[in-house]
């Protein structure tokens, strides 16, 4: 039994008999005022199941299924109305999936994750018949890094740093505005002594040394600055 052929059968055991709805049935029989999400049937014979304006799960007659959120597949709530609409396909769940630095929304059907995209069609027994998008990956932008790295060397803030390190106190640590506007920039300069104290000292109340060695306190310096230059890129692989 398909996913159409489930879908009449619900519909004609819990169809709304009166009311705006009348013709539909619930989704969820338990819950019939939650007629927001209702099983509908289309002008053309397909089943569909709709919540609010968007039908989530269009099954076929041949028992092809056609998902859709109108966008809104990263909600929650829209994510538990599909994988409860998922039930009447007897396969399939939604959810997030993070890998290589990236969140996204996956489907798991019959044993593989795709990355989920509104219009994905599969048959009846759950194979893809649409084209899998590939998943993406988060990367160390190479050319950000490395322009950094050379403001700084220009700046002379990785020259001076090595002194800066040796005569710099807790006292040193006070706010400043954007590290890496001060490092890159040499008219910051009055910065330069708070900009290495954070690095060299702990923040809070134990101002505890984190670091001994000035070429261990740069590299964790750098580090920090760059966490966040990055790119998202493809990375050629559509099933997990």
Same mark, same amino acid.
């Given at each position: 039994?398909?996913?159409?052929?489930?879908? +009449?059968?619900?519909?004609?055991?819990?169809? &709304?008999?009166?009311?705006?709805?009348?013709?539909?049935?619930?989704?969820?029989?338990?819950? @019939?005022?939650?007629?927001?999400?209702?099983?509908?049937?289309?002008?053309?014979?397909?089943?569909?199941?709709?919540?609010?304006?968007?039908?989530?799960?269009?099954? &076929?007659?041949?028992?092809?299924?056609?998902?859709?959120?109108?966008?809104?597949?990263?909600? /929650?709530?829209?994510?538990?109305?599909?994988?409860?609409?998922?039930?009447?396909?007897?396969?399939?769940?939604?959810?997030?999936?993070?890998?290589?630095?990236?969140?996204?929304?996956?489907? @798991?059907?019959?044993?593989?994750?795709?990355?989920?995209?509104?219009?994905?069609?599969?048959?009846?027994?759950?194979?893809?018949? /649409?084209?899998?998008?590939?998943?993406?990956?988060?990367? *160390?932008?190479?050319?950000?890094?490395?322009?950094?790295?050379?403001?700084?060397?220009?700046?002379?803030?990785?020259?001076?740093?090595?002194?800066?390190?040796?005569?710099? /106190? *807790?006292?040193?640590?006070?706010?400043?505005?954007?590290?890496?506007?001060?490092?890159?920039?040499?008219?910051?300069?009055? +910065?330069?002594?708070?900009?290495?104290?954070?690095?060299?000292?702990?923040?809070?109340?134990?101002?505890? +040394?984190?670091?001994?060695?000035?070429?261990?306190?740069?590299?964790?310096?750098?580090?920090?600055?760059?966490?966040?230059?990055?790119?998202?890129?493809?990375?050629?692989?559509?099933?997990?």
């Amino acid at each position: 039994m398909n996913a159409h052929t489930k879908l +009449q059968l619900h519909l004609s055991r819990h169809m &709304y008999k009166r009311g705006r709805n009348k013709g539909d049935a619930p989704a969820d029989p338990a819950r @019939r005022s939650k007629s927001h999400f209702r099983v509908v049937r289309g002008n053309g014979g397909q089943m569909i199941v709709r919540m609010h304006n968007a039908n989530l799960i269009t099954a &076929y007659e041949d028992g092809r299924i056609k998902l859709n959120t109108n966008g809104w597949h990263g909600s /929650t709530t829209t994510r538990a109305c599909m994988n409860d609409a998922l039930c009447f396909a007897g396969r399939g769940y939604i959810g997030s999936v993070r890998k290589w630095g990236v969140s996204t929304t996956g489907i @798991r059907m019959d044993g593989k994750t795709y990355r989920y995209y509104d219009g994905m069609e599969f048959s009846a027994d759950g194979a893809l018949l /649409t084209e899998p998008e590939e998943f993406m990956a988060k990367r *160390v932008d190479s050319d950000e890094t490395a322009e950094f790295r050379r403001e700084i060397k220009e700046s002379g803030f990785a020259d001076v740093f090595p002194i800066l390190f040796q005569s710099s /106190t *807790v006292e040193d640590r006070t706010y400043v505005r954007s590290t890496k506007d001060a490092m890159t920039c040499e008219h910051l300069t009055n +910065q330069w002594p708070a900009v290495v104290a954070s690095i060299k000292f702990e923040s809070g109340y134990r101002n505890k +040394q984190m670091y001994h060695d000035h070429k261990d306190a740069l590299r964790a310096l750098v580090a920090r600055v760059t966490k966040n230059m990055t790119v998202i890129v493809g990375t050629g692989v559509t099933v997990l």
